[in-house]
């Protein structure tokens, strides 16, 4: 019996009870209503190719490595699944409005909107579930705090962007990744690229020096196991390229992603591959848009982590 036939009983005997993915989606009505939102080369009439996609996350979120895992990939696919459904809209904005998960009470206003950009969605899904480790990065951070309010950012449009006065603060990508190196505690780095399974956060920054509040990063959820694609070659260094499903809130949109179907300017969450590379002994260094293949930058890191339960 090998590893994931394993997980897959363990899967059965420990979150059998708990909501299954995308249960209340129909893919056929979802395709035929929506499909022809999609135009150019990349048509397909059978939807195989999002068929495909969305198949990956009901047969592989069984693989989530522990119960808070499992509850970070039901609640942002619960979410998809109510964005997909058309029961709420998603767009990508810097507060997170996100009907059920909040960060900022005064954010809780609007109803059935999955508003929020990459940090936000990823940070709502983490305090939705665990404090403890919502708190462990908080605790991690050594700059500025991200403003998530929408009355600071109204009544300071100029001057004061990000009004120091209000509390609703939280982390951005690069407080995640520093976060996930240093709470041994909460979170635990995967590094091989084979040992990455639904419920990882994948996280990637810049050492750059980084502007106060400025981009500093993206940060997606994994939704499946990484599938090898092909060996590939670059300034005589030798990497092997995987292709692995992920959630996240952004306005990339290559095909397949959902988000071509599901909202009116193309951003916001949803669901999308994205390409992982590795070098040759498995580590992961790198990833980017699966339409756009790049060497690893000099400036680029990367961490995936895994939250442990306590």
Same mark, same amino acid.
Request: aromatic content about 12%.
């Given at each position: ?5 394993? !997980? ?6 420990? !979150? ?20 022809? +939102? ?104 050594? %700059? ?17 962007? +990000? ?106 969450? %949803? ?40």
């Amino acid at each position: 019996m090998n590893f994931r036939n394993i !997980f897959f009983i363990l899967g059965i005997i420990f !979150f059998g009870n708990l909501y299954c993915v995308l249960e209340n989606f129909n893919f056929k009505n979802w395709w035929n209503t929506n499909k022809n +939102y999609i135009v150019g080369d990349d048509f397909d009439e059978d939807g195989v190719k999002y068929s495909k996609m969305f198949n990956k996350i009901k047969n592989s979120t069984k693989f989530a490595p522990n119960k808070l895992s499992k509850q970070i990939v039901d609640g942002a696919c619960g979410l998809l699944e109510k964005i997909l459904n058309g029961m709420y809209e998603t767009k990508y904005v810097n507060e997170t409005i996100i009907e059920g998960f909040s960060l900022c009470e005064e954010n809780d206003k609007k109803d059935n909107y999955v508003y929020c950009n990459c940090s936000g969605f990823v940070c709502a899904l983490i305090k939705k579930y665990s404090q403890v480790h919502y708190k462990s990065i908080m605790e991690s951070i050594e %700059g500025t705090l991200w403003e998530d309010s929408i009355k600071a950012r109204d009544l300071y449009p100029k001057k004061n962007k +990000y009004g120091k006065w209000d509390s609703c603060k939280r982390p951005q990508v690069i407080d995640m990744y520093n976060a996930f190196k240093k709470q041994k505690e909460y979170w635990e780095l995967i590094k091989n690229i084979n040992n990455i399974l639904p419920g990882d956060i994948i996280s990637k920054t810049t050492t750059k020096k980084i502007e106060p509040l400025g981009n500093t990063g993206h940060v997606v959820i994994a939704l499946s196991v990484p599938k090898f694609v092909k060996d590939w070659e670059k300034n005589g260094q030798k990497y092997k390229i995987y292709e692995l499903v992920i959630i996240d809130s952004s306005t990339v949109n290559d095909e397949p992603c959902s988000r071509v179907l599901t909202s009116p300017n193309f951003s916001g969450v %949803g669901v999308r591959y994205i390409s992982l590379l590795a070098n040759e002994n498995g580590e992961t260094i790198n990833f980017f848009r699966k339409a756009d293949p790049s060497a690893p930058a000099k400036t680029t890191v990367l961490n995936i982590s895994r939250p442990i339960e306590v």
